[in-house]
């Protein structure tokens, strides 16, 4: 996933994370259909990578983001939905991180977490970003640094690469 140099703050950093998903989950659709036994080799690889990556997103969005919204921001019942969001992608990527190359349910339930995925980020892009921004309590520069931080810090505890 991106580093934060070039990002102004926390809402750029989240959103870079979400094109560089969202780039995976297109080259995997892109992928899905061909029995060429490398595309079923990468479809696997960049499950992995999607699963991985986004786990690491949730992980600093409930850890750092989330709760300071929460302390700043009087209407929270958008991050209540985010959260219940995160846990039915959580729940997917753990069905998917179980599944072999074989299971015919295999890319059913990448483009579900796909499509899970899309909504969540709009809805971050067109309410949670805007209210964060808009949010003078919020040093969102700041905290682009703290989450790009556990970001590294928990890529390195699952030995991916930034």
Same mark, same amino acid.
């Given at each position: 996933?991106?580093?934060?140099?070039?990002?102004?703050?926390?809402?750029?950093?989240?959103?870079?994370?979400?094109?560089?998903?969202?780039?995976?989950?297109?080259?995997?659709? @892109?992928?899905? *259909?061909?029995?060429?036994?490398?595309?079923?080799? #990468?479809?696997?690889? =960049?499950?992995?990578? &999607?699963? %991985?990556?986004?786990?690491?997103?949730?992980?600093?969005?409930?850890?750092?983001?989330?709760?300071?919204?929460?302390?700043?921001?009087?209407?929270?019942?958008?991050?209540?939905?985010?959260?219940?969001?995160?846990?039915?992608?959580?729940?997917?990527?753990?069905?998917? @991180?179980?599944? *072999?190359?074989?299971?015919?349910?295999?890319?059913? #339930?990448?483009?579900? =977490?796909?499509?899970? &995925?899309? %909504?969540?980020?709009?809805?971050?892009?067109?309410?949670?970003?805007?209210?964060?921004?808009?949010?003078?309590?919020?040093?969102?520069?700041?905290?682009?640094?703290?989450?790009?931080?556990?970001?590294?810090?928990?890529?390195?505890?699952?030995?991916?690469?930034?």
């Amino acid at each position: 996933m991106p580093n934060s140099r070039g990002q102004k703050d926390a809402c750029d950093l989240l959103d870079a994370d979400h094109r560089a998903v969202k780039k995976m989950f297109k080259e995997y659709e @892109e992928l899905t *259909g061909s029995r060429a036994r490398s595309a079923s080799m #990468k479809k696997m690889e =960049l499950a992995r990578q &999607i699963c %991985h990556e986004l786990t690491v997103h949730a992980t600093i969005e409930e850890e750092i983001f989330y709760p300071a919204l929460r302390e700043a921001l009087k209407d929270t019942d958008m991050l209540a939905e985010a959260e219940v969001e995160h846990q039915s992608a959580k729940d997917l990527i753990a069905q998917i @991180e179980q599944m *072999g190359e074989a299971d015919e349910m295999f890319d059913a #339930k990448v483009k579900v =977490l796909g499509e899970y &995925i899309d %909504h969540h980020v709009k809805e971050e892009r067109n309410e949670i970003f805007t209210k964060a921004r808009s949010n003078r309590k919020l040093d969102l520069v700041a905290m682009r640094d703290e989450l790009e931080a556990r970001k590294e810090e928990l890529m390195a505890e699952m030995g991916m690469e930034q």
